[in-house]
Nanobody
Framework: QVQLVESGGGMVQAGGSLRLSCAASGRTISTYAMGWFRQAPGKEREFVGGIKWNGGSTKYADSVKGRFTISRDNAKNTVFLQMNSLNPEDTAVYLC?????????????????WGQGTQVTVSS
C-alpha cells in the first residue's frame, strides 16, 4: 500500500505561483509513474500532468503546458508540482496519484493510489 499526502495548496492572486508536494509513505515510489489531477466544483477530474518513474519523461495537459512543471525526488519519496502564472481557471482541488507502471496514464482510472488533495484558489 502507498499513502500519498499533498501539501502546499493555498490562496494566491492571478499571476502568482505555488509549489505543491506529494509525499509518499508505505512503499517506495521510485518505480511508480506519478500523476497530478485537479477537480473543480461541478467538474470532472482533470489530468494535469505526470512523470515517469525515473523523472526522464513528463506529460502535461495543454491547459497547463509551459506554466506547470512536475519533478520528483525518489530519495525523498516525493513528487512536486510547480505552478506558475496561475489564473482563476486553475482553482481546484489538486490530487496526486501513483501507479506501478512505466507509462504515464492520463486517465484517472489508470492510477491505483490517490491522495486526499489540497485546495488551490486563485483570485483575479
Amino acid at each position: 500500500q502507498v499513502q500519498l499526502v499533498e501539501s502546499g495548496g493555498g490562496m494566491v492572486q492571478a499571476g502568482g505561483s505555488l509549489r505543491l508536494s506529494c509525499a509518499a509513505s508505505g512503499r517506495t515510489i521510485s518505480t511508480y509513474a506519478m500523476g497530478w489531477f485537479r477537480q473543480a466544483p461541478g467538474k470532472e477530474r482533470e489530468f494535469v500532468g505526470g512523470i515517469k518513474w525515473n523523472g526522464g519523461s513528463t506529460k502535461y495537459a495543454d491547459s497547463v503546458k509551459g506554466r506547470f512543471t512536475i519533478s520528483r525526488d525518489n530519495a525523498k519519496n516525493t513528487v512536486f508540482l510547480q505552478m506558475n502564472s496561475l489564473n482563476p481557471e486553475d482553482t481546484a482541488v489538486y490530487l496526486c496519484a501513483a501507479r506501478p507502471t512505466v507509462t504515464i496514464p492520463e486517465n484517472s482510472s489508470g492510477y491505483v493510489y490517490w491522495g486526499q488533495g489540497t485546495q488551490v484558489t486563485v483570485s483575479s
